[in-house]
């Protein structure tokens, strides 16, 4: 009995340990995950239509960037209006 619950007393701080240590990389790999979930679906159905997987990865990811891009635009409209001044020089 005491075996047992050292046993899992240990395998609980090793992981909460190894949790701690990997903190940074979790999140990425979860979105990293996460996307290719939602994205899967989207570039077999381009593949039906005979486009190649890496142009629809690509077609993807720039739909991606342009969205992100323009909710970026509608959310901040003030630094689009400021952005021209900003280049000039006095």
């Known amino acids: 009995m005491f075996f047992k619950s050292a ?3 240990t395998g609980l701080l090793l992981s909460v340990y190894l949790v701690w ?9 979860a ?3 996460l996307m290719a979930y ?5 570039i077999a159905h381009l ?5 190649p997987r890496s142009l629809a990865i690509g ?12 909710y970026y635009a509608y959310r901040y ?3 689009r209006a400021q952005s021209p001044h ?5």
């Open 7 to 9: 046993v899992a007393a």
């Open 38 to 42: 939602i994205c899967r679906p989207l």
């Open 21 to 29: 240590k990997l903190r940074s990389l979790i999140v990425p790999v």
């Open 31 to 33: 979105f990293g995950g």
């Open 86 to 90: 900003a280049l000039q020089t006095q």
């Open 47 to 51: 593949e039906r239509y005979r486009m």
């Open 77 to 79: 409209p003030g630094h």
């Open 59 to 70: 077609l993807l990811l720039v739909g991606f960037v342009l969205a992100i891009l323009g």
